[in-house]
């Protein structure tokens, strides 16, 4: 048991649950088999009547907090999007065939495709 038991030390309990809710808030490394039992133990503790009113805060508390650790987590575990540029820029007929021109030849030679 992660959490200690409310009946014997309720002071400890709450210190635990102290605990737990700064490993989930600062993302200490913790295995999945012990997040989820550390999950279990705070939905009993929730569940249970006889739980005093602050540690049922308390335990409420350390749900958000590995709610928002799990969010994070996905966040950065997802791709980043690639990232298209468009510009526009005015230039007199002469200027632009001599840039797109030089666009093409740099995308040839980055591309190694040959040349008309």
Not at 60 to 74: D, M, T, V
Request: charged residues 30%.
């Amino acid at each position: 048991m992660l959490i200690g038991a409310l009946t014997d030390r309720p002071s400890r309990t709450r210190a635990d649950l102290r605990r737990l809710e700064r490993a989930m808030v600062e993302d200490w490394p913790v295995s999945d088999a012990s997040r989820a039992q550390a999950i279990a133990e705070l939905d009993a503790l929730i569940a249970d009547s006889q739980t005093p009113a602050k540690v049922k805060v308390m335990a409420i508390r350390c749900l958000i907090a590995a709610h928002e650790s799990n969010r994070r987590q996905q966040r950065s575990e997802q791709p980043r999007p690639e990232q298209h540029v468009t510009v526009e820029v005015s230039l007199a007929p002469a200027d632009r065939q001599a840039r797109i021109d030089a666009l093409l030849a740099a995308a040839r030679a980055r591309t190694g495709l040959p040349g008309e």
